[in-house]
């Protein structure tokens, strides 16, 4: 099947204007990842097997304070909570502040100060990086198959379902 010069343009046009969407959102996606390193590291992370209760994740930042994996959430900043989100409100979220936890350890209970520092671009990177990596990857692999046989129905279905992860 020939295409006409118009249906070729048309081609062209809604091509560069698929990959301009998707060259934008990996930069907004970039953006955000450079801007995550900024964000407040409080020391340990959940697990969806454990809940809010337990910490599932430690950082360094966590380990120096004195937490451990496992470790129960009593209070926070004084207060005890019910739920994730009473959870976060009732923690201090701007760097430099300090976060008070009442933990519980093997029947024991303790009360660990955790400073909010900056997470670093490593951690953003592990944590958001690959996803990005491989979204890019994806990207250059439907361009390159696109341009290698354009204006053609297959390569389109290629092209739109590539980016589609």
């Known amino acids: 099947m020939q295409l006409l010069d118009g249906q070729r343009l048309y081609s062209r046009i809604a091509f560069a204007l698929s990959l301009a969407l998707v060259i934008t959102i990996n930069l907004l996606y970039l953006y955000n990842l450079i801007h995550w390193r900024n964000y ?4 340990f992370g959940w697990r969806t097997a454990t809940g809010v209760d337990y910490v599932g994740q430690l950082t360094e930042n966590g380990r120096k304070a004195g937490m451990q994996l496992g470790d129960r959430f009593l ?3 004084g207060r ?3 739920n994730i989100q009473q959870f976060r409100a009732l923690m201090q979220r701007e760097l430099g502040e300090e976060n008070t936890y009442l933990l519980e350890r093997e029947g024991r209970t303790f009360a660990v100060t ?3 520092v900056p997470s670093g671009f490593t951690r953003a990177f592990k944590i958001s990086g690959l996803p990005y ?3 890019l ?3 250059l692999v439907g361009t ?4 290698m046989k354009p204006h053609r129905r297959a390569s389109w279905i290629f092209f739109i379902l590539d980016f589609d992860k």
């Open 40 to 43: 407040p590291d409080f020391g």
């Open 75 to 77: 209070e926070v900043n």
């Open 80 to 82: 005890t909570f019910s």
């Open 114 to 116: 955790v400073k909010n």
């Open 133 to 135: 990596v491989l979204g």
């Open 137 to 139: 990857c994806y990207a």
């Open 144 to 147: 390159l198959v696109f341009l």
